[in-house]
């Protein structure tokens, strides 16, 4: 399963803490495809039939069933810029 490292938990936390998201929102990383070769990331409500849920120090990630298998072990990690800008990287 996909593990995160405690700066892809701060940084998940942040973005999914926005006063107008419901509680339960967490980042949802789907699997590439012809349009987009990289992992795609968004900010998801809920978990979609299917994802596999990731619950680490309060930061929830939902991963797309495609996705989980290429991510099983893998590990999450985030690096943030002098600008507030999140990058999020795979690593392992």
Known sequence: MLT???SAVAAIR???SQPELPAETGLRIMAPD???PSFQLAL???PVAGDQVVEEG???VFVEAAAAAA???KE???QVNEQGDVAFSVTG
């Open 4 to 6: 995160l490292t405690d």
């Open 71 to 73: 991510l099983q072990d």
């Open 44 to 46: 998801a409500e809920a």
């Open 76 to 78: 999450l990690d985030a």
């Open 14 to 16: 942040s973005l999914t």
């Open 58 to 60: 309060g930061a929830r």
């Open 34 to 36: 012809e349009e987009a």
